[in-house]
């Protein structure tokens, strides 16, 4: 009889067998006669440079009765191309960083015609120096720093079909294995299962797999898989599952890189979707969708034909992923409002989910944005990031500042839908006895991708025999309205991170600007609507554009790259020039819904002021109306004294000592206790 640890031996032996027959996963191998930018470029040769891009081209001949293409041309990501269209991407880096989220190797080219022209449009990388103490300079996603790309080829592969099946059922069953408690019978089974494959599979060292025991190996697999499906499951969690891939829209890349990078994610998303009818894929944020119809229109049409399907979701109603601390209540809105116009004007799609995984914290002002904008559901992750208190809940009813409600859930991004992780998934949810649902958006990101071939199969079959609850690949918004069936508990207030606190300080120029832009659009469209001129709007428009951009949660809080803080400076800059052009003018408009008075520059004021240039200025009071054109009014005496270091205005009465405020009184009511602008500097 064989005990337990001998099984578990087994299982061991049959896990490294799994291992092992990777290496016999490709059985031939065509390197291609490449061109780059329209010249020849050999092994060993040296292109690119920081944000530069490369054109890799070869004429495609059918050669394997199984062809798949393999891209290692020194680049970190590739979008692929045949005849000029959009089918996929690559981004697997030999010896490369986060290896974990580089799962694009290998890329079927059963679809593509012998003749055609196969084009890989190479990213090479950017260097910046990272953000750890002492770390020095590093390209992103390979280790260590390379001024240079490096060539090495391009090939058409064989992929040998039986291996694959083998190994994709291997890794499912190994996943099932491991989340499976001893004593469920289903495990006993498991063990049978790693028995039979043991005794069906003569594999010695140096021996390739023999087809006919693969074959065998697979139906054994399959028929354990298909044994593990569950009954009579109404009362089991409910797992919903969607291919995602989370996209900044800058971070430790540029925006005009995250450009190229939405094109890869959505054309590879395209391609599995189109393969696998059981299959969903989510994006969520509307600007990526404009990109690709201004670049790829082919690529646009497919996307709009598979939203008419119901199977790719473009539900984030936001036009990007926006910080929501540091905007106003107006951008916030303007976000949604331009998010959703697109959508209307080229999906006739009303999203209803508010997509925000990675967001610093979230506004108790929210819920009532999101009401008013009809987007009754909310998403997001990052509150599980919380250093001290834990969230006491991953589905709620949210309840902001006015009493507006709208249903939120924790769902997870960043992952697979084996069953390994989506056992993990149902036993960490919170308040057990109050939901069953969990949403899991499986794939990987940050900068793009979602999931490949063998992740969309492996989900599907997860989906077919998962024995603990139910699981089925669904759109966000079908998960949401389910779960609003659900009685869930009601959260009031901030959503609060504890993390991240410093992105509401540093770099403060971006936010300064942020704040001027804010306030001069709303004074120049208030003003152009109060002369009824609509000639601004184009303007307005303009400048709305780079504003919405550069609210994205990383740009704004300033935690990207220089290249784009920079760049997210330049542009605001240059978008509050426009805008001061247009508000500077010969008259004082008031744009407050109160009437008001005030002392402002004038020529040949009443009153007269040395500035510390020595210049001599005047000023004149002011009355305005609510939103309109202000009138001198007779001033009486001056309102502005001077008592030694005392100085009084029409607001307040400040004392200054050793070039600080020691007093500062205002409406009779003392502010300062102590210095008030000492400055002090905290590490």
Not at 592 to 615: C, H, V, W
Request: charged share 25%; net charge negative; hydrophobic share 35%.
């Amino acid at each position: 009889m064989i005990n337990l640890r001998q099984l578990d031996r087994l299982v061991i032996k049959m896990v490294k067998l799994k291992d092992y027959y990777q290496s016999y996963l490709v059985r031939g191998e065509q390197e291609q006669s490449v061109l780059l930018n329209g010249k020849p470029i050999l092994h060993g040769q040296e292109w690119g440079e920081d944000f530069g891009y490369g054109k890799f081209t070869f004429t495609y001949k059918k050669c394997f009765q199984n062809p798949y293409l393999y891209v290692d041309n020194g680049g970190v990501e590739n979008l692929l191309l045949h005849s000029g269209k959009p089918f996929g991407l690559t981004d697997d880096i030999p010896n490369g960083r986060d290896a974990i989220f580089r799962t694009h190797k290998y890329v079927s080219l059963a679809e593509i015609e012998e003749g055609e022209e196969i084009e890989a449009e190479a990213y090479a990388s950017h260097t910046f120096y990272g953000t750890a103490p002492y770390a020095g300079k590093q390209t992103f996603s390979i280790n260590g720093y390379r001024e240079r790309r490096v060539f090495n080829k391009i090939s058409v592969v064989d992929i040998d079909a039986d291996v694959k099946a083998f190994l994709d059922r291997s890794n499912l069953l190994v996943s099932y294995f491991r989340c499976m408690k001893d004593g469920d019978a289903r495990k006993i089974a498991a063990y049978q299962t790693y028995q039979a494959l043991f005794d069906g599979i003569s594999a010695l060292p140096d021996t390739p797999p023999v087809a006919e025991e693969l074959k065998k190996a697979v139906a054994l697999m399959d028929a354990f898989f298909e044994s593990l499906k569950s009954y009579g499951a109404q009362n089991e969690p409910f797992v919903s599952l969607i291919g995602h891939s989370h996209l900044d829209t800058a971070w430790l890349w540029t925006v005009e890189e995250t450009r190229h990078k939405a094109v890869r994610t959505a054309a590879n998303a395209v391609t599995l979707l189109k393969a696998y009818p059981q299959y969903r894929f989510v994006m969520s944020s509307v600007l990526y969708l404009d990109w690709i119809r201004l670049d790829y229109p082919s690529l646009f049409e497919d996307i709009r034909a598979l939203t008419r399907e119901g199977r790719f979701e473009p539900n984030g109603a936001t036009w990007v992923e926006c910080d929501c601390n540091l905007c106003d209540g107006e951008s916030i809105v303007r976000q949604f409002l331009r998010g959703k116009r697109f959508m209307k004007q080229y999906f006739n799609y009303e999203p209803d989910v508010f997509w925000l995984p990675d967001t610093f914290g979230y506004s108790a002002a929210l819920p009532q944005i999101l009401k008013g904008c009809r987007v009754p559901y909310f998403l997001t992750t990052k509150l599980s990031w919380n250093d001290t208190n834990k969230f006491p809940y991953d589905s709620f009813v949210w309840r902001g500042i006015d009493g507006s409600e709208v249903l939120v859930h924790f769902n997870t991004i960043q992952s697979k839908a084996d069953p390994e992780f989506i056992t993990s998934r149902i036993e960490g949810r919170l308040n057990k006895h109050l939901t069953k649902n969990v949403l899991i958006a499986y794939g990987y990101g940050d900068g793009g991708g979602g999931p490949e071939r063998s992740m969309v199969e492996e989900a599907i079959r997860t989906q077919e025999s998962y024995p603990y609850a139910r699981v089925a690949h669904t759109t966000v918004s079908q998960f949401m309205q389910a779960l609003s069936e659900e009685e869930l508990p009601v959260y009031e207030g901030e959503l609060y991170l504890e993390l991240h606190r410093g992105t509401l300080t540093t770099n403060h120029d971006i936010k300064r600007l942020n704040r001027a832009l804010e306030g001069a659009l709303k004074d120049a469209e208030l003003l152009s609507v109060s002369t009824q001129s609509r000639a601004v709007k184009a303007l307005t428009d303009s400048v709305y554009d780079t504003l919405m951009l550069n609210q994205f949660h990383d740009i704004l809080p300033g935690t990207c790259i220089e290249e784009v803080h920079t760049l997210a400076i330049r542009q605001n800059e240059e978008a509050l020039r426009s805008l001061y052009g247009y508000l500077s003018g010969d008259r004082y408009f008031n744009t407050l819904g109160f009437m008001r008075e005030e002392l402002l520059p004038a020529k040949d004021g009443a009153q007269s002021y040395t500035d510390f240039d020595g210049n001599t200025l005047s000023v004149d009071l002011f009355r305005f109306p609510a939103y309109g054109y202000g009138e001198r009014v007779a001033a009486e005496g001056n309102p502005f004294t001077v008592d030694g270091l005392t100085f009084t205005t029409p607001f307040y009465r400040v004392t200054v000592q050793k070039g600080a405020i020691s007093s500062l009184v205002f409406r009779g009511r003392e502010i300062a206790e102590g210095l008030l602008n000492e400055i002090r500097m905290y590490e």
